[in-house]
């Protein structure tokens, strides 16, 4: 059973620029997370989505967004970057939404916002 | 809201001590409790987790233990090893804005000398 797959693995962008990350889940997944990961800051939520719609949102600007799509992949955007943007950028794919069961992460998009 | 806080941020034991990572939850409602592991550029796994019902659960060298009234859980890894070098995460299942979802605890790094 392949994993969770994240594309890009890493990125370069400049000040101001979008971006798209991408996130396939564990087949028969349908709930998708986002997570910021910043040194000394942990694991920070973003977003979750379940069949398409999201369900819950973490406190972050709306500059950050994300979809998901009938088959479960997830794509994240994050529009007009700042220097502070930069991270790992993690997606946990898991069978029933809202954190209860075991969640699979990905490898993470590294981003380096210049 | 939900927030987990976890100690100590850094850690460092004799190979063969043991060690042991403590982390506070803020939600009485909370009922899962995961800890995850995050080696040196890859992603986070689960090695182990407890529910709300369960006072300990114990896997070969890991163990976990929760205590519901005080809000708080803790890992116990024995006889440590130079692969237990890590960074580990605590989370705790809880209700943000009325949906439930994982919050994550800031991560412990844990360096086991030998």
């Known amino acids: 059973k392949a994993g969770v797959t994240q594309t890009p693995r890493y990125l370069i962008k400049t000040r101001g620029q979008q971006v798209t990350l991408s996130c396939s889940p564990i087949?028969?997944?349908?709930?998708v997370s986002w997570y910021q990961q910043t040194p000394g800051q942990g694991l920070q939520f973003l977003f979750e989505y379940f069949s398409e719609t999201q369900r819950n949102k973490g406190n972050f600007p709306g500059r950050f967004s994300g979809r998901q799509f009938s088959n479960s992949r997830s794509e994240m955007n994050v529009s007009t970057l700042e220097l502070g943007d930069s991270a790992l950028y993690l997606c946990?794919?898991?069978?029933?939404?809202?954190?209860?069961?075991?969640?699979?992460f990905g490898q993470g998009t590294r981003l380096t916002v210049v | 809201g939900e927030n987990v806080e976890q100690h100590p941020s850094t850690l460092s034991v004799q190979e063969g001590d043991s060690a042991v990572i403590k982390c506070t939850y803020s939600d009485s409602a909370s009922n899962y409790f995961p800890w995850y592991k995050q080696e040196l550029g890859k992603r986070p796994q689960l090695i182990i987790d407890i529910r709300s019902n369960v006072g300990e659960k114990k896997d070969q060298r890991i163990a976990v233990t929760l205590n519901k009234t005080a809000k708080h859980f803790s890992l116990h890894i024995t006889e440590t090893q130079p692969e237990d070098s890590a960074v580990y995460f605590c989370a705790a299942s809880g209700r943000i804005q009325g949906a439930q979802k994982l919050v994550f605890g800031q991560g412990t790094r844990l360096t086991i000398n030998p």
């Open positions: 946990a794919s898991s069978f029933n939404p809202g954190g209860d069961t075991e969640a699979f």
């Open positions: 087949s028969g997944h349908r709930s």
